[in-house]
């Protein structure tokens, strides 16, 4: 099973649940969308209206308000997560301010990360860490810009590219391991941090295992030196990876290539010291291309 959990489970509880409009009910149609969209201005534009501080005015725009995010919420626990962007969206521009409101900008955070909308997810936590960084529910922010980070998709270069997800483009996940550190760093009491170490783990062994195929990719063209220099790099960078005994084994034949038989002895002593389970045959120098016509 993958260490990434589905961030299904993790949300942020809200106070009121309400019963779905019956349109959220039918497929979402361009017709049903048109409706919404009707609806919501309906509602700011009544909410809109009522200017006045105090008394029966105050209470209807704060009954709105909260009618307002709680047919987003409802729309989300549904997995309707357009309408809720679209009910969060204008409660943001008609209530810029409140509890409601820094609410509905975290529920958004999970709304954009399950609509693929990962840039605006990133943007979108960014920005609430700047507004809100002493916010109770700050955690979550940093939380869902690792998750959002981690799913960029790959670019159109990558595509091309030999390795599949193992050569990807690592600033993502660089990106993702960052964010996750700091979600660590400031809130290691946090919900979220468990979760987060797991998801590091991951992606340390990914960035490894990138390293270990350029390391590959040397050997196969003869290029020794950059070879071992990127094994050691993994070796010291991630030595928790399991990437680290295919770099040892790759060292040792790197050295023997380049005639450093002592080297590349001293790599199997560590090889057999630290993975006793590896049946690796011993490597043996590749022929030239003349000692390769000869038969004898």
Known sequence: MSLFQAIESISISTSASFSAPAWQKRPATRCYKLILLVCIAATVTVCGGNKKKGGIDEDLAQQQLQELYDKGKTALDKGNYGFAIDFYRALEANYPYG????????????????????EK???????????YPTHKNVDYAYYMKGVAS?????????????????LRDPKPLRDSQNAFQELIKRYP???????????????????????LYIAQFYFNNETYVATVNRCKTIIYKYETSPAVEGSLILMEKAYIEMGLDELALSTRTVLNQNFPQNKQVPYKKKKGFFARLNPF
């Open 99 to 118: 509890e409601l409101t820094e609410q509905a900008k975290l529920d958004m955070l999970f709304a954009f990360d399950k609509t693929s909308q990962v």
């Open 121 to 131: 997810a990133v943007e979108a936590a960014d920005n609430f860490i700047k507004l």
């Open 150 to 166: 981690f799913e960029k998709k790959a670019g159109k270069i990558d595509k091309f590219i030999k390795g599949g997800n193992t």
């Open 189 to 211: 009491d946090s919900v979220y941090t468990e979760d987060a170490e797991q998801r590091i783990v991951f992606i340390r062994n990914a960035l490894a295992e990138r390293e």
